[in-house]
């Protein structure tokens, strides 16, 4: 590899050392796809155990080739899931079509089920994995020879209990964590131990992966139960984006052949032009394969256009929808580069599942990183703790990134107002009506509470004075007794205007960008939601709210309306 931090040898990355793979990273780094493969051919799997040789000499002399594809299929999996609930007469045809994998290989030591409330609500996790298999049709998107897969991108979707929020995690793959026991097609199971987390796809060495495996080890370093599986290739994918008549997105820099293929040693032909634009099948595939000639040009960045990529994509299916012209191929083609769980495994269980997500606002559609730093020893990466815990443990209590309660468990409207009014508690003066100047003001507002959604609540009333409001996540401190509006100098009189929704809060300048409300004990005492009582809604015995998830993790949250050309790319130079 180059050095560079992010670019190790993670399984599914082309290097040309020894491989002479084509299309990808440069660098003399050690190791790669084709030792890994060796090693877990002689040792029957272990953490990698793609299949054994072969790709050296398949393409040791071979000239590198323009536009080697390596995709975020995931996309594919979760367009599937919008166009699922949009047609029954597709039913059929899909049917044929859709694999699964063996249900005796999902482990037996797993996490508990997530329970559901009394209304029936319970939450769905569902593990999104885009395979760079070469098997089939794949090998001319693909750039290579050889076979066995490996998983470049992998999303675990929560879809919160009240199936109105959902948020999308990406795990980077050459991160190590433990690969539990994993079965082989042989049907022995591996010993498991620590290896780069992608390598579980690869577990093996077969052209449909190993997705059980993955699942597995999701489920062993998040304590998680993963629901749903699916797996999409690249003709999948490729179809897809063709089929919707392209994704909107956008590159701050213009990309050439050389960016998408170091091995050309020059600049080459103009590929992807600065600015936004619309692609789709290789071009799409370039996009979110890409890595260098944008940031750092590592792993990091390219996850970041991915995770805008598939922003955009849900959002255009959202708005848009599809026409009987095209949703037969789509579905189609699709479902032909699909594998899924065997709770998947059926038309109408997908059918079933896309509809249980069609209220979902593209606004409460996040998408982060689980936290993590360079490891000192390598270039590969290590989840950071307690940062990983806490995001997975604000997961299994249903609560958003930005704090608020998703359970489902939703308070009725006619019990909140059936109280006494003795034991009623206090609430804030209704908003003002605002005025149309306030929607140019923009407010980020932080919860510095333990209380479970209390900035979105805050983010609603300044909302329904018209404000640009948002809710920005968790604030440094939860121990803010009253309600604070920070302010850059320039924006005195509008924050004077914010403050008066918030009665007695106070006002303090500040170095940052803006204005920010930092919502405090007060707030929440006067909205009947007091610190140390249960969220609004909760029933008795429910888990404590989770500690607090730290800035790294909120801030670089991405809604999937977010502004397609921000947080695109990570680092400096290139």
């Not at 082989?184 to 190993?210: E, H, I, M, R």
């Not at 750092?296 to 255009?316: N, P, V």
């Not at 005492?525 to 009582?533: L, S």
Request: hydrophobic share 35%.
């Amino acid at each position: 590899m180059s050095g560079r931090k992010g670019e190790s040898p993670a399984r599914g990355e082309d290097v040309p050392t020894t491989e002479g793979a084509t299309g990808s990273v440069p660098g003399p780094r050690g190791g790669g796809r084709a030792e890994a493969r060796r090693a877990a051919q002689s040792k029957g799997g272990g953490g990698s155990g793609a299949a054994g040789g072969g790709r050296a000499a398949a393409r040791k002399n071979a000239k590198p080739k323009k536009n080697v594809k390596k995709i975020v299929a995931w996309s594919a999996a979760g367009v599937l899931v919008l166009i699922a609930g949009t047609g029954g007469a597709i039913y059929f045809k899909l049917n044929a079509n859709i694999k699964s994998f063996d249900a005796d290989a999902i482990s037996t030591d797993r996490p508990p089920e997530a329970k559901a409330d009394a209304d029936g609500n319970k939450p769905v996790n569902v593990l999104l994995i885009g395979s760079d298999s070469r098997g089939g049709n794949n090998s001319d998107l693909g750039g290579g020879e050889d076979g066995g897969a490996r998983s470049d991108t992998t999303i675990l979707l929560h879809v919160y209990a009240d199936h109105k929020h959902a948020v999308g995690i990406s795990i980077p793959r050459n991160t190590i964590v433990p690969i539990p026991p994993c079965k082989l097609p042989n049907g022995k199971w591996t010993k498991g131990g620590n290896d780069l987390f992608n390598a579980a796809f690869s577990v093996g060495g077969s052209d449909s992966g190993n997705p059980a495996c993955t699942q597995n080890t999701v489920e062993k370093v998040t304590g998680i139960r993963v629901d749903h599986t699916m797996v999409v290739d690249f003709n999948g994918f490729a179809a897809m984006t063709k089929a919707v008549n392209g994704v909107d997105i956008c590159l701050p820099k213009p990309i050439y052949e050389g960016d998408i293929n170091p091995n050309l040693h020059k600049k080459g032909d103009l590929v992807l032009p600065q600015g936004k634009q619309t692609v789709d099948g290789q071009k799409a595939l370039d996009y979110v394969r890409l890595r260098h000639g944008i940031g750092d040009g590592s792993d990091i960045g390219r996850m970041k256009r991915q995770q805008a990529f598939m922003s955009s994509l849900a959002t255009k299916m959202k708005k848009e929808g599809l026409s009987p012209t095209n949703l037969l191929p789509l579905a189609d083609a699709a479902t032909k580069s699909l594998t899924v769980d065997p709770g998947l495994d059926s038309a109408d269980k997908l059918l079933s599942f896309g509809l249980s997500l069609k209220n979902i606002d593209m606004h409460d559609l996040k998408f982060v990183t689980a936290p993590w730093r360079y490891r000192t020893q390598d270039a590969n990466i290590d989840l950071v703790q307690p940062d990983a815990n806490k995001l997975w443990e604000t997961l299994k209590a249903d609560q958003t990134i930005d704090g608020q309660n998703a359970t489902g468990q939703q308070p009725d409207a006619t019990a909140s107002t059936s109280a006494a009014p003795s034991q009623a508690a206090p609430s804030t003066p209704p908003a003002p009506a605002g005025d149309a100047t306030n929607s140019a003001i923009k407010v980020a507002v932080y919860n510095g509470t333990t209380v479970n959604g209390l900035a979105g609540k805050a983010t609603d009333q300044l909302k329904a004075a018209k404000f640009t409001a948002s809710t920005a996540g968790q604030a440094a401190s939860t121990k803010q007794k009253t309600t604070t509006i920070e302010y850059s100098s320039s924006q005195k009189a509008n924050a004077e205007k914010v403050a008066a929704l918030f009665p007695g809060a106070s006002l303090e300048p500040s170095s940052a960008r803006g204005i920010s409300v930092v919502v405090g004990q007060d707030f929440a005492a006067a909205n009947g939601m007091g610190a140390g009582t249960p969220a609004a809604g909760a029933t008795p015995g429910t888990p404590s709210a989770p500690q607090p998830l730290p800035t790294t993790v909120t801030n670089d949250a991405r809604s999937a309306d977010d502004d397609i050309c921000a947080n695109t790319t990570y680092g400096s130079g290139g």
